[in-house]
């Protein structure tokens, strides 16, 4: 039995409280006094129970953080299917970031769709000694004549590229006149920021400055709408996107899974931006709402109870016939995933979950554990910001441990104090937990499963976090003479 099931609220936040504590024991005093700051207990007394977010690393912690170059090549730029993204410095990056992020796309691969492929200047010490504009130059010439139906590249920079001081921005102008195509400088070096973050701003920024508005005109229809943030792990935009067209909506731009480089010049011409990820997409949305008066809001697809309130939300920014229509969606999936309730809530009711995932998920994902009875009782995030966190803590229950950038240490100390019956993470944290003998399902990259989102998603979701929590794997953990 978990050591707090039995506990009162007040005794649950008081032990949790102390377990922070002691887990902070272990740092030397001035990294105690700066991870204080970024872990807290959802407390009604304390107002908001916000952490610090957004902050420098304290250096050799372990955090689970990433860089500027993944934020914006591995999310942002990367799904965009018909432009070639060239990672741009020494092979790493490029090698490590190939094919591991589920942004599906369609399309013929190697001709109208390059996300499988990795692109790279491989870069040398010469390039380093002598810089490696000419370099890009040759291998833009060579991308353009190798696969004549790329509609752009863009250069995502990899360290080096800012340190050496390298101008991207002329060698990308001259190239865009040459070639009469848009090749797009990202200035996305590891080491601008201090995680993923810094990245999708820059990224969006590129995006507002060399692509937005300048697409081939294109009329508004009355129902065209927009999903930014969007990355289509596993097909999730798609099972998005199905469910908004039942609704009489039409889906014309995705950003970025599965989108093409006229969805991202085109992205003001809709009538509504929908947005899903707020963290890595709300600096474009905002852009356009400012720049075009292209409106945006935020929704959920995630889980039952959220989708129908994301439905009703979004219908009524349309008229009374899409209204219509949105009610018919609700009415035709509910019972469907009161089917799915019905099987799997009974085998997941009271789990306790414990999340660290990157920038929205975290808060997001809460509602679909609730709908199959389960409870959140510990969430954080990698890369959030005070916003991130301000909507976060209304949708937690009182007693959540929520920590900003954990450290590997302190995830592992507070799961194992909190023991919760499954813990949602990613690929680093895996194997960790698994080995710990705990139940362990992938956040990020839905361990290969998915989609997740929308009515599609959801009995996916209910089955993996099933299979997870009740595989009889855990009870061959000990072996039999050690029980
Ligand atoms: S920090 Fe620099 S070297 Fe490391 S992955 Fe990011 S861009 Fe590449």
New binding site residues.
Partial sequence: MREDSVMSTKETIDFRKQVVEEVLEIYPEKAKKNRRQHIAVKDSECASCAVKSNAKTVPGIMTARG????GAKGVVWGPVKDIVHISH?PV??GYYSWGNRRNLAEGEIGVDNFVPFLFTSDFQESDIIYGGDKKLEKIIHEVVDLFPNAKGVSVLS??PVGLIGDDIESVARRMSEELELPVIPVRC???RGISQSLGHHIANDAIRDHLLGKGPAREIGPYDIGIIGDYNIGGDAWASKKILEEMGLKVVNIWTGDSTMEMLQNGHLVKLNLIHCFRSMNYIAKHMEETYGTPWMEFNFFGPTKIKESILKIAAQFDASIMEKALKVIEKYEPQMQKVIEKYRPRLDKKTVMLYVGGLRPRHIVGAYEDLGMEVIGTGYEFAHNEDYEKTIPALKEGTLIYDDVTALELEEFVKKLKPDLVGSGIKEKYVFEKMGLPFRQMHSWDYSGPYHGYEGFPIFAKDMDMAINSPTWKSIKAPWSK
């Fill in positions: 860089c500027a170059y993944a410095g790493g990056c990899e360290c070096e590891g080491f």
